[in-house]
């Protein structure tokens, strides 16, 4: 499936939804080899002059190893019709096997980095910073008890946002510039969980459950992280049941 470039200031997008409630995949690596891993954790803004995403990742996922060996990285979303290849793909390691076969997603290379062609968007990044997350600069207890009981504190990757890529189908349903038109994931019709939606990606629903916002037990409750899956709260992501 083909992609289309898109500015980052032709379409409306709320990140809180976006990462927190649909999720998306981290990629790093190139076509020789990667590795991805879902997140619900994440921010993207302005930082240093420059549009950027920051990312969080534990010490013994396997998608750090490839990070950390290359400059660039993707976020890539979806519709609520992925939500089994992402809750797969955030429950098995790919240490262990082919699992984005598995899933049934298709690989497809962007700009020297992997994304995967059912993805309707996908950011391009380039690291230009990285920081371990430092227990003693947490402000009180409840966050570091919460999100980090095994101490496997995150790492921070923050990346400036070179491209934005829309897949050409989904395009096609936008109202460009500007987008908005068709509704769905950043208004980019029939996407990621919110059917329906005016625009700004406010819909009727947000799909299945997902990442602790379903079904999940909280924070820290289970049997402990799944490999190559970061952030959620209970059910298929981080801390699982």
Avoid at 42 to 69: C, H, N
Avoid at 160 to 187: K, N, S, T
């Amino acid at each position: 499936m083909k992609f289309v470039e898109v500015s980052n200031k032709s379409f409306d997008f709320n990140p809180f939804e976006l990462i927190g409630e649909e999720w998306m995949l981290i990629t790093a690596g190139n076509e020789s080899a990667f590795n991805t891993m879902t997140a619900a954790w994440g921010q993207m803004g302005f930082l240093w002059r420059l549009p950027v995403a920051s990312i969080y990742v534990r010490p013994q996922r396997y998608t750090k190893e490839f990070l950390d060996k290359t400059d660039d990285f993707t976020l890539s979303f979806f519709g609520p019709s992925a939500r089994p290849a992402l809750q797969l793909l955030g429950t098995k390691s790919g240490r262990d096997g082919d699992k984005v076969q598995e899933a049934g997603l298709t690989p497809q290379p962007i700009n020297d980095s992997m994304t995967f062609e059912e993805a309707q968007l996908v950011f391009v990044c380039h690291k230009l910073y990285i920081q371990p997350l430092d227990p003693v600069c947490f402000n009180g207890d409840e966050v570091r008890q919460d999100c980090y009981p095994a101490k496997d504190y995150s790492v921070q990757y923050i990346g400036r946002i070179d491209h934005v890529y829309v897949r050409e189908d989904i395009l096609q349903g936008m109202g460009m510039p500007g987008a908005g038109a068709g509704g769905g994931c950043c208004g980019l019709g029939g996407g990621c969980g919110h059917a329906e939606g005016d625009g700004h990606g406010h819909g009727e629903g947000h799909g299945e459950d997902c990442c602790g916002h379903g079904d999940g037990h909280g924070h820290g409750h289970g049997e402990g992280h799944r490999d190559d899956c970061d952030h959620g709260h209970g059910g298929c992501c981080g801390h699982a049941h």
